[in-house]
């Protein structure tokens, strides 16, 4: 359910992720820039990541209910940080199962929300079979919304560019950049949100030194004239559908 | 050589082609455009496309210099039509061969023309070796003319976006478009440059009916939402080097 | 159901699409050829599109029933005018659900038809869940139909050719086109077929540039020597299995 | 040098390979079939094969010119055998250099032969950088052949579809097959061919064998259907251009 | 059900296949190989084959339970003359379905197992949808497996490294092998095993070639050093994640 | 010229690059790993980089052999650093031209060398043209040194593995690595040999970080039982030919 019930917004930002914690390492400065520009962000977590992603709790000893308790926790708290709404559809995790009634629930959301833009995962991760799970429900979604035969509230969709953003082990799942985001100002905003999911420390640096690294190959793509700083901190995306635009930059 | 010597710009548009023809019909658009926004735009032909596209004049009987003058002053008349500058480096055609000097030479139009976008053929054409070779050289061009240690006069370019135009049957170039560019507002434009190529007239309407096919994709992508109207006429381009950018959208 | 009931064909044709329009708009021409040449040609079509694919009719208030009975008209007439049977199997689109019924409907019509040749959608469609959905589910009814201890009713089938025809953004499939099919002959009951779909007008001008645009490629491919006129009109495919064949050509 | 003359013919198939047995392992099947069918086949060698291919005869301590004087037999042999004629241009191997005066040397044959099908290697090959060359210049050739201002003797070239031959590794060569042929009834002359090449006795039977693995490929392909028998022997291609046909079969 | 209980092992193979013949043509060496060394074998057979693979049976009048008695025996023998345990899980063929229980049966065999290689399917077959599902049914079982939050009995799984073993049609089906295995040890017991299949004797000599064609390819991608004899049998593999080694060799 | 002259070695590591820094970065770790089990390790650099790698001392001021110089020796301490000879070609960069010349000067030094392994670039890096046409060279001339007919010293060439090492921005280059090399015990000595690149500080870092990233991804792929801690260091690499092996493992 949505912990907040903001006014539609004709540029709203909506995030779809198989787990509780994937939108924090893998799209927390883009979350954070689009809050910080005032647009409405709303982060949709089809599962807590309570079976698959939470190793430390179960080695911990503690049980289902709790642990989802603890994910939803870390999981808000992190949103907050980054300035996004988040909703958790509970669905279950490991596997996570493509259902029409899934896919139902999130083509609500979609109709409510009206995403200028959407980000997910990618479509192929041999590590983890939820992620290109969500991915292809958010997709199949994102069509069915925008049929007005569809028979759910609201008008239907418009065509909302897709993002996919970045996997554990980019090339091993066919991820090839095609869009690098500069998140140097929202940097720190990200690096506390990543902060919010203590059990998984190891990653705060790991995420952290990847931001560099894509910051790294943003000033080698963007040139020297852009006058980037060294400290320039970067998230990676594919972009799927063409990019329409008026002029070429 | 350049047939005017404007000042130099920070946000020139260079197009890179390796025949007389090639600029008109494929990136029209994109030079109209920018030319329209007060940039400046360079047309660098490296060949008239004397053998290999100039059947007409062949078949008529003309010479081999009878015809590369043909070409370049309908080449010459097209870029003045779209409001961009043309050079012609006289390289030959079919082959187009790939020498050190050439490169160099297109070393040295980088470094005066400073440009901050690129246009210039697909590496692949099972059609044409031609395009290809002209692609490799820009290319290589750019990356040596990035070089501080490149003896060649001007600063080292910075690291401007390269998109490859849409070549004649693009599904055999693994031409994948990833830009679709909206040209409505330039397209008569365009259609005043095409017909200055007077011995393809069968392509005037083939590319007319290019422009509508890509300008309703584009309506497809963009959404209804953006407002495009019926006769929305576009180009289709593929962007080599990752998109760098403050906003996803 | 089938509308009609011919004795059994060696040399039948079997199209297999997700909604109601689509054999019109992307293998009229082949469909028009076999018939002409005295084949049966029969589509079967999984859904009405009455979700997906009926915008105009739900934005002239229009109920599911009343629009599933229009597109069914409309498809039945154009099927007629290309000299086909078509039968509905009424499947619900938007999505298209994938279950082991339906495709087990499909593999009765297989051993039905006994089809020479199987025409359907491509793999990949990111604009469009149902089209890969339908092309699964004919890919795999396919391979069913072949084995004998498949329990439905007829001879297995043998291994027909399965051909993918072109999806609305062919480059978006990565549809790559291997196979040019000269529909000059009969171009003009293409277009009186498209013309049976009322609601989509803005389609026969779309889908007959693109049939120029084809042969165009077509005349290009097949060289000057084979006397293909100014005129030629042409329909693209994607062979799925390697050809079988005594002679290179 | 031509070893005969005979008149220019419509339907003459041509095969340009680097080495001077390449021809028999790879096309020795389509070779004998057009031959059968009293179509002109022509082979152009491009080299003897004498340093990279001809490892026996170094060993044994003959010299460069003996070793190119063995492979000139022995191919005119097997091409005699398929029913070809062979010419060699003894432009030297390993390596095979790819030079302008070679490919204009290719387009004259190209404008003299005015073949119909076209033969080649594949464009990659991480075990012989020799074929990727012979079939760059070959393509390159070709497509110069099709221009009316190309200066050579002849009438323009059409547009011969090209096939590319089975490398020796076909996966490792991204050879993914479209194509194939059957050669049943001329396998035994393709093996009389093979025989000519005495040095390599270990290849009769891996192409025996991969002619057998083709065979039942081809037949598993075609379908119970067309009755082909047990022993059936194929060869595989990959068609580079579409396939132009006025039906789809 | 497991037809021996051998302890738990370090190093276990696991070999996933569709059916109850598959694990014979394709990974006979691999398996021979491993019991040799000592190593726990285990096949776990997702169906019998029953409809999709056992024509002659079917042809011969057989019923259906007839018919699987006849596929346990042979494949029981078959593994046996291996020295590999084999376990059938008589999920159904032809379709082979994806259902959350079958994956969770799998779940347990891994967790039981505790497999340090995995060897499987494709995950692309045009020619058998069942190879492709019960591929995608290992590697999501496999994933599942390493979680400590799935509910199974036994440790979490480690992340044993997958092979996928050669499709009928190798081309066909994207597979381009990266590990070239040396069966030549115990190429006669792989003999032995394909004869217990005593209706496919077709086949023998079919993967008895393609053993002699791979070990071709081995010699000739080992190199002349390695001292392999001239009968060398090989199987070939795609490794699905990367190698992880403390040495480059 | 080699530095140091060894006996012959039936277990070399060779390392080809087209640059003076280029092994340090990309390959250090492989190389200290050879050095230490006593294995001969060389490095052939093709040119010092002193046109396209050495920006500082250009804006420093200094001249095109006072660079070299520089570059040289640098390049010589990074490699004793590492335990491996070195031997410069002196060919130049930006670019490094393709030469018949330069390719039988590498062929000279496989066949001098005899490597087990070969070490180079990727094929495709659109940020550097000499990297691909320093990899294809060394593709081709191992391919010429294994042939008997090739005219240099010493006996053919075997097939060694070529492995490519990491480029700078990997997934831009189609950089899929299937090889996950673990160097920890060895990373303090590639430290200590990347600060011999003085005027490169901000790589330091920089490869470090990509190191431990490698690092993690080398853990998560070998799985818990392997024991590796959590400081694991790595490199990266792409394996060309299929391995060749008597286990799968």
Not at 20 to 28: L, T
Not at 115 to 130: E, I, Q, S
Not at 218 to 227: Q, W
Request: proline share 7%.
């Amino acid at each position: 359910m949505a912990l907040t019930a903001p006014p539609p917004s004709d540029d709203a930002l909506l995030v779809i992720s198989a787990h509780a914690g994937d939108f924090v390492w893998r799209a927390g400065g883009a979350i954070a820039l689009a809050a910080e520009r005032g647009q409405r962000a709303k982060v949709l977590c089809l599962s807590f990541g309570e079976r698959g992603e939470s190793a430390k709790a179960w080695r911990d000893g503690l049980g289902l209910d709790e642990i989802k308790r603890l994910r939803r926790t870390e999981a808000a708290d992190a949103a907050a940080t980054l300035g996004a709404e988040i909703e958790f559809l509970d669905a279950g995790d490991y596997p996570l199962r493509e259902t029409p009634e899934l896919v139902d629930r999130i083509v609500h959301v979609y109709r409510e929300v009206n995403p200028a833009v959407v980000l997910t995962h990618t479509l192929t991760d041999p590590y983890n079979g939820d992620h290109p799970a969500a991915a292809r429900m958010a997709l199949q979604a994102r069509v069915l919304a925008q049929a007005i035969g569809y028979d759910a509230p609201g008008e239907p969709l418009g065509a909302p560019p897709v993002f996919f953003f970045e996997p554990h082990q980019p090339e091993q799942c066919d991820f090839k950049p095609n869009v690098l985001l500069d998140i140097t100002s929202v940097f720190a905003r990200k690096r506390k949100a990543m902060e919010c999911l203590a059990a998984q420390q190891h990653m705060w640096d790991y995420y952290t030194d990847l931001a560099k690294r894509r910051g790294v190959q943003l000033k080698r793509n963007a040139g020297p004239n852009l006058g980037l700083s060294h400290g320039t901190m970067g998230e990676a995306y594919v972009r799927l559908y063409p990019e329409t635009t008026g002029t070429l930059a």
